[in-house]
């Protein structure tokens, strides 16, 4: 039997918010492709654990060397900037390098229970009815967090005149995602996303974003939701491994990628074999 391929062995990943769902789907993806992946989250087996999940990025990692890539694990928040920049002065003092930076640390569902968020407001509910607070908490576990860990790795990108970095988030441009709070978050992200792709692409690095369709994570399943979801975290797992390999990925510096459509580019399929069409919200 011939080994597998692996087309990423002489490279240097970080997947910020790996400690389950879509970013420990691509830690784990990119493992097979034989990368070398830093795993980070929150949620540990020594220490507290975010909405008491039982996930870890240790599980992680561990999953990333089983599957035949090197796992490192390490613990940060995203949204102190002190955590964030100390974490990628340990990858470069450790690896010299990052090659591929995946930033899928916000998911936009933290806390929801399928039918309502920690603050007692549902998704989907009016405006009007939603507490103005939780829009700053989207905004900084995923706006500003994006903005400190793409600042964080940019100069040594830059002075290396190479890199990705990928923003995982949904396309907001077919139409309205439906829940106010989500939307303005995840158009704020992508919009981020626009500026570092063009502010890059001058120096060899790109920047570009990532959009799922409706994943079956852990927290999607505990809800009770997963009837309603057609993708396994592994589907976007390979596309980050299919861009990270692409010689010519700086064509779409800035953009927002749908999975789908790099799965049909690029010839990956989802674990089962399927190949799930992108999704389109509903008006």
């Not at 920049?85 to 690896?95: G, I, M, P």
């Not at 007692?120 to 905004?139: I, K, T």
């Not at 009770?224 to 976007?236: D, M, Q, R």
Request: charged share 25%; net charge negative.
């Amino acid at each position: 039997m011939s080994e597998p391929e692996r087309p990423l062995a002489n490279r240097v990943c970080l997947v910020a918010g790996a400690s389950r769902g879509l970013g420990r789907g691509i830690a784990r993806a990119l493992g097979e492709a034989g990368a070398t992946v830093v795993v980070t989250g929150r949620s540990s087996e020594a220490g507290p654990r975010t909405d008491h999940r039982p996930e870890t990025f240790e599980d992680t990692a561990r999953e990333v060397e089983a599957a035949g890539g090197k796992g490192h694990p390490y613990r940060c928040d995203h949204t102190q900037e002190r955590e964030v920049d100390q974490l990628v002065s340990w990858c470069l003092r450790r690896f010299g390098r990052l090659d591929g930076v995946v930033d899928a640390v916000w998911g936009g569902n933290e806390g929801y229970d399928g039918e309502r968020y920690p603050d007692g407001s549902a998704f989907g509910a009016p405006f009007w009815r939603r507490p103005v607070a939780r829009l700053g908490q989207s905004f900084e576990s995923g706006v500003y967090a994006q903005l400190l860990l793409a600042r964080a790795v940019a100069p040594a990108m830059v002075q290396a005149r190479k890199g990705l970095i990928v923003t995982v988030g949904f396309d907001t441009s077919a139409g309205y995602l439906g829940d106010v709070v989500y939307d303005l978050a995840q158009a704020a992200m992508n919009r981020l996303t626009l500026a570092m792709g063009q502010e890059l692409k001058p120096f060899g690095v790109t920047a570009l974003g990532l959009s799922p369709g409706r994943v079956a994570t852990e927290r999607v399943r505990d809800a009770g939701l997963a009837t309603e979801a057609f993708e396994t975290p592994a589907y976007a797992g390979r596309a980050v491994a299919a861009l990270l390999a692409d010689p010519a990925v700086a064509r779409h510096a800035g953009q927002v990628l749908s999975v789908a459509d790099l799965a049909h580019e690029h010839g990956f399929t989802d674990r089962d074999g399927s190949r799930p069409e992108r999704f389109v919200p509903q008006a």
